[in-house]
């Protein structure tokens, strides 16, 4: 996706920015601007971008200065990285501040209000699915008054040179001066409660699961490691907490009331009452409405996600938000390991390794570990790094499994055990010890594995029953596609739409619609290439009117609706607004006639009529059976299942049943109604018994029948009853694919479909 004009521009608001422009903003300020165009509750704020940066530098003439200095460095030379880092990072702070950069900054902060704002650096090499870069760059809370705001702006653009940034960028491979930086100014929230929340378990990977970690005050404690915060597990399918952790917080890191300016510090620790010391941190239906809102965001993004979020007067805020980069196939192993306990904590990262301890007080003693070791530590921070990269297991007295050294040993693939309390007093350096990061718990000596738990190579099934993947984002096509996927069973339209950023009604009337079909077929054709000769089956745009008013232009087109859910969406839409649908089909057709494996499905199609007008629409604009196009629709509409053979009367090739519709729309319950989630089941008998209608229905005529909505992820033993059914394909999230693999084969093999020995 290209960025929507953003181009040599000093200051961006998030309103002007998506995730196609992560070139100017960066990762943190690209999702930023995601999150406020899908109504995400996130403060206001602006972003300094990448331009700005790359001109300072120029202006500065510091661009050969700092290629000099970093020319042949050996990273893991730590006082030589060290040296490298200081110098550059002194040029960078020391050069003169450009004034056209600073007044304009300067005159975003004054329309932002003034006042206290979060200054975050925001690189274009972070926040990726597939590397984190957990904490590489500065962060400054509580930043007020217009001198302060241009230091803290130029501490993050010299924060890039940090030692373990540039220890980061060489082992993942990037380049030092190809990354940019732009700095993310916020509005500051004064946070009450603080904490991160994964939409999935981010240790056994389960997608059922969502983790919340909460700390009294501000934020930073949970994500540093320095406090042990409360730990919430939530069913994802029915929002019941399912768990709660409750750790004493003893003190609580706030805004220094009486801060004056210069170099006072901007936050300071302070003790937690007595009483509230033991408290539950976030009350139960703020823990419901908090995974609410995780929940919209995964959908939204078709991944789980990694949120920062902050309460504050009892309203909740979500202050980032990216992809989990750790997740693996859900398979941690539940075998337990047997053997004198040392220290328990938390199980931050799966797996188990033996090696000898080392203890250690600080950065300053990083040189002692060496390759091989079980690094011992109070809490780490990003310098840590280095020496993490030569542990073969981490084990720290604080932190939670969303803190520091818990996300980065989950990206490194080691075990972890986070809060173990006194673990850097129990445990000796060059004893041998083992650590088992599934269960969070530290053994004494070198403890065997159990045989079966040393079988770490995953079988490939092959199945009669197709397993499918749900994507929407373009970026993730090559990735998920080397996986044991059949297909994609459900292309979401609405993500490449959204990062078009302009309503294609107002763009055909400026007569730019050729430009949105280009741009919605550019997106198609990436998981068209990644997956062929795979099936994509791509189901065309559903955005409700809510949701297309906040595009470019889209007040102008788009009614207020009291319910969108069940307003102007899906086929009438179509049938109400040829022009515009005609924009989608012109996309279709230049995709297909590069790629054949692309099929059409057809979303929330109320009436057999309804269905045979858009057929007949398709036809009339060069799409038709006939020339070899797959057509599908969408089941997830009641009258979908009570009338389905006066539908495929009509002439289609396939089903996919949108489970989350159809639930809501069988039950009368809103899923994303705190009040109402417990109803909300895609179990429960009158859901079930749809479904089945809808499976076995399908077979009698011979069509196609798949599933895309998120009750596969959710709950296997619907997985079993589907295929037990003869549904054809199944379509779940990335994360779940082996696991759904998994359960197809075993219910096929026990019914006789799949023998024992047709594994590969």
């Known amino acids: 996706m290209m960025p929507r004009g953003t181009g040599d521009r000093v200051v961006l608001w998030f309103g002007e920015v998506g995730k196609a422009d992560v070139a100017q903003a960066g990762g943190k300020g690209a ?19 990448t331009d700005a940066y790359s001109r300072f530098l120029r202006d500065s003439s510091l661009t050969e200065t700092i290629s000099r200095i970093l020319h042949s460095l050996d990273h893991n030379e730590g006082a030589v990285l060290e040296s490298a880092s200081s110098r550059i990072k002194g040029f960078v702070s020391s050069a003169p501040f450009p004034d056209d950069i600073a007044r304009e900054a300067v005159e975003a902060y004054r329309k932002l209000g003034g006042g206290l704002v979060a200054v975050r650096s925001s690189a274009t090499a972070e926040d990726l699915p597939e590397a984190s870069f957990a904490g590489q760059q500065a962060t400054f809370l509580n930043v007020s008054g217009e001198a302060d705001l241009l230091t803290a702006i130029q501490g993050c653009w010299a924060s890039l040179f940090e030692a373990r940034a540039i220890f980061y960028r060489c082992e993942q491979g990037y380049d030092h001066l190809s990354t940019a930086i732009a700095v993310v100014v916020q509005r500051m929230v004064q946070s009450e409660v603080s904490g991160v929340m994964f939409t999935a378990d981010p240790v056994s990977s389960d997608r059922t699961r969502m983790e919340i970690e909460a700390v009294f005050g501000l934020g930073e404690g949970v994500v540093s490691g320095v406090l042990t915060p409360d730990r919430y597990v939530v069913g994802k399918g029915t929002l019941r907490v399912l768990e709660k952790h409750i750790v004493s917080q003893e003190r609580m890191l706030i805004r220094n009331p009486g801060r004056l300016g210069g170099k006072e510090e901007a936050n300071i620790w302070v003790d937690v009452s007595g009483e509230r010391r033991r408290a539950q941190k976030l009350p139960d239906e703020a823990i419901v409405e908090l995974a609410r809102i995780g929940r919209q965001l995964e959908e939204a993004n078709s991944y789980p996600q990694d949120i920062e979020w902050a309460q504050e007067g009892g309203r909740l805020y979500v202050l980032q938000c990216r992809p989990i980069t750790t997740l693996g196939d859900g398979q941690t192993g539940g075998l337990q390991l047997e053997g004198l306990v040392l220290a328990k904590g938390a199980g931050a990262s799966p797996g188990a390794a033996s090696g000898p301890a080392m203890v250690i007080s600080g950065v300053g003693e990083m040189e002692r570990v060496k390759r091989g070791d079980v690094l011992v530590a109070e809490m780490t921070t990003p310098d840590f790094v280095p020496a993490m990269k030569r542990a073969v297991a981490i084990v720290t007295d604080k932190g939670g499994r969303t803190c520091h050294a818990a996300i980065v040993s989950r990206e490194l693939g080691i075990p972890c055990v986070v809060g173990a309390g006194n673990a850097t007093r129990r445990l000796v350096s060059g004893t041998v010890v083992t650590v088992d990061g599934t269960h969070g718990q530290v053994y004494e000596g070198k403890v065997a594995l159990p045989q079966e738990a040393q079988v770490t190579t995953r079988r490939r099934y092959k199945t009669r029953t197709r397993v499918y993947v749900n994507l929407a984002d373009p970026e993730l096509a090559d990735v998920v596609a080397q996986r044991d996927v059949d297909g994609v069973g459900l292309l979401r339209a609405e993500f490449i739409i959204a990062h078009i950023g302009e309503h294609p009604r107002y763009m055909l009337e400026q007569g730019r619609g050729h430009h949105w079909s280009q741009k919605l077929a550019e997106g198609i054709v990436k998981f068209a290439a990644a997956f062929y000769p795979r099936p994509v089956v791509y189901r065309t745009s559903d955005f409700k009117t809510n949701e297309y008013r906040n595009l470019k232009g889209g007040e102008a087109y788009e009614p207020q609706e009291e319910n969108p859910m069940i307003g102007f969406r899906g086929c009438s839409r179509y049938l109400r607004d040829m022009e515009t649908f005609r924009l989608e089909v012109d996309a279709l057709k230049s995709v297909v006639q590069q790629y054949d494996n692309v099929y059409v499905m057809l979303p929330f199609v109320r009436t057999p009529e309804e269905l045979a007008g858009v057929k007949e629409a398709l036809e009339r604009f060069g799409l038709s059976r006939e020339k070899g196009i797959k057509l599908w629709m969408m089941a997830e509409v009641p009258s979908n299942v009570l009338l389905l053979e006066e539908f495929l009367k009509v002439g289609i090739d396939g089903i996919s049943i949108g489970s989350n519709d159809l639930t809501q729309l069988i039950l009368g319950c ?91």
């Not at 601007?33 to 509750?41: D, I, N, R, S, V």
């Open 31 to 49: 999702s930023l601007g995601a999150l406020t165009e899908a109504g995400a509750p996130v403060p206001p704020g602006f972003i300094v971008t």
């Open 670 to 760: 809103d899923r994303d109604n705190s009040m109402l989630a417990e109803l909300f089941d895609e179990r429960h008998p009158a859901v079930k018994k749809a479904l089945q209608e809808i499976v076995t229905t399908a077979v009698q005529w011979e069509v196609t029948c798949s599933i895309c909505g998120q009750a596969p992820s959710f709950y296997p033993e619907l997985t079993k009853a589907l295929v037990d059914w003869g549904i054809t394909s199944i379509s779940v999230s990335p994360d779940m694919i082996d696991r759904t693999r998994e359960i197809v084969a075993d219910v096929e093999r026990k019914k006789g479909i799949l023998p024992p020995q047709d594994q590969a």
